[in-house]
């Protein structure tokens, strides 16, 4: 009879099998739960510190300073942490931020402005014509100045008539105080219409200024150039539409001191 409370033969030998094949599992396994216990996931940042690397699995706060790399689980450069900003780098970008919208509006608008352009005038004979237009109003204004201008200067001939038999030798009188007035008003009238001829050339030279600019400009967009490539208008951002004078401004000028000059002469 095989003895009792031992372990038969051939459980003997599966034991003596088995220990080491159970020791080479644990050993191999203990790797494996280190690894696992780091929380697979997890990141892993590192940076240089004091000529040493540190490792973490967040943002190392004694780095906030200097680039900080996250690493992928098998050790790959996931990205790059840059540096926490200063309160002068910040007020910097938010500046940049600020100036980059403000220049994007400025191209839009640009963009927008040279399509408006091409759509009022879509050749040179549109534009001539607009041209025209505009110049024809200041002729009308400037030729009713140049009439208005000799009709004051025949009343002023009558007016020196009169008064110089008051101060000629052999009379030397005061001159009447409707004669007077008659004067001051001739001279008020005179200064404003010539006053207005004057800005009449002004404003003739400048619509003539704008619409070269803007032919100038033209010509290149018809040509190819794209909408908003080719900066500002030379001296103004007006249109030529805007800047057109209006059809009863000169006229309204023209007859104000006028108006006056006939009620005082009354």
């Not at 409370?5 to 094949?21: K, M, N, V, Y």
């Not at 050993?27 to 990141?43: E, M, T």
């Not at 208005?148 to 110089?164: C, F, G, P, S, Y």
Request: positive net charge.
């Amino acid at each position: 009879m095989p003895p009792t409370g031992g372990a038969t033969a051939p459980d003997a030998t599966r034991s003596g099998t088995l220990a080491p094949l159970l020791l080479a599992a644990l050993v191999i396994a203990l790797p494996q739960a280190g690894r696992a216990g780091d929380a697979p996931g997890r990141p892993i940042i590192q940076c240089e510190l004091n000529g040493k690397k540190v490792t973490s699995d967040r943002p190392i706060p004694e780095c906030v300073n200097k680039e900080q790399r996250e690493l992928n689980p098998d050790g790959s450069l996931k990205r790059i942490i840059p540096p926490t900003p200063t309160a002068d780098e910040v007020a910097a970008k938010e500046q940049q931020d600020v100036a980059d919208k403000l220049q994007a509006a400025a191209k839009g608008d640009a963009i927008r402005r040279d399509r408006n352009l091409m759509q009022r005038f879509p050749d040179e004979a549109a534009h001539r014509k607009a041209r025209e237009n505009a110049l024809g109003e200041l002729r009308i204004s400037a030729k009713g100045s140049s009439t208005r201008i000799a009709e004051l200067m025949v009343e002023r001939k009558k007016l020196d008539d009169e008064k110089q038999f008051y101060v000629n030798e052999r009379v030397n009188k005061p001159l009447p105080s409707q004669l007077k007035q008659k004067i001051d008003a001739n001279d008020a009238s005179l200064e404003a219409q010539r006053s207005l001829a004057q800005n009449q050339v002004a404003e003739t030279d400048r619509i003539n200024a704008l619409y070269d600019a803007e032919l100038a400009r033209l010509r290149k967009l018809w040509s190819g150039a794209q909408p908003g490539s080719l900066g500002p208008l030379p001296g103004t951002q007006q249109t030529a539409a805007v800047a057109k004078p209006s059809p009863t401004a000169a006229p309204v000028s023209a007859r104000t001191p006028d108006a006056t000059a006939k009620t005082t002469l009354k």
